[in-house]
């Protein structure tokens, strides 16, 4: 079974707004971490933002933020005032404690001027 | 985090041949780990290498195939043996940043090697 789901292959913003994409997870394991990655089309991996499973705060780091509803198991990613430069793939991934980093298929954002 | 270069940045081989790809860290970490990135598709992770242990594979990659060596705790080098235009992707290299507990740890890519197999 699927470990991380990105169910939005590609999404549209229109520069300046905020786009939210999603990510749900499954795991039963109580200490757990949630990561996302930007990918450009150069090919790198950049980090992102990270989220513990024990953190009772959403994650925030400049522009980003991640949307932890624990309960409902998803981690969603929110980029406020999208710029141009953020068209990219965007990968989540989760990792447990048998610390294999799993990702899911990524969505595929494009900014629009 | 950490700075992780990778040589070549990309490569066009002739099927049959092998070329070896460095991944060089500017910390000394116990863990890195090799991913393959097929066209259009996620990250798969082909194996943990270890300073001073045989890698670790995943399922579906062999040691013949994906020879890893691991001399340092800053240097790797992954080998993409006998190419086929299937093996055509973006192979990283990434290490781990500790977070403090199993489940936290960061993981931090180099650039990428893009690697097309004619």
């Known amino acids: 079974a699927q470990k991380i789901t990105q169910t939005q292959p590609g999404m549209f913003v229109q520069e300046k707004e905020a786009v939210t994409l999603d990510c749900t997870y499954d795991t039963s394991d109580p200490s757990y971490g949630l990561f996302w990655y930007k990918q450009p089309s150069s090919g790198e991996m950049i980090f992102l933002i990270y989220?513990?499973?024990?953190?009772?705060q959403n994650a925030t780091e400049g522009r980003y933020s991640l949307n932890f509803q624990k309960a409902r198991k998803s981690a969603n990613l929110v980029i406020s005032a999208s710029q141009l430069g953020d068209s990219a793939m965007y990968f989540c991934?989760?990792?447990?404690?048998?610390?294999?980093?799993?990702f899911g298929a990524g969505t595929r954002l494009t900014v629009k001027p | 985090s950490a700075v992780i270069s990778q040589k070549p940045s990309r490569d066009i081989c002739q099927r049959g041949t092998s070329l070896t790809i460095q991944c060089q860290v500017d910390?000394?970490?116990?863990?890195m780990f090799w991913y393959r990135q097929q066209p259009g598709q996620s990250l798969t992770l082909i194996a943990t290498?270890?300073?001073?242990?045989?890698?670790?594979?995943e399922s579906g990659f062999v040691i013949d195939k994906f020879p890893i060596s691991r001399p340092n705790l800053t240097f790797s080098t992954l080998t993409v043996s006998n190419m086929s235009p299937e093996d055509s992707s973006i192979y990283l290299c990434s290490v781990d940043i500790a977070g403090g507990w199993y489940g936290t740890d960061t993981q931090y890519f180099g650039p990428g090697t893009r690697l097309t197999v004619l």
């Open positions: 989220q513990g499973s024990y953190d009772q």
């Open positions: 290498a270890n300073q001073g242990s045989e890698a670790t594979y």
């Open positions: 910390s000394q970490v116990t863990m």
């Open positions: 991934a989760m990792r447990e404690s048998d610390n294999d980093m799993r």
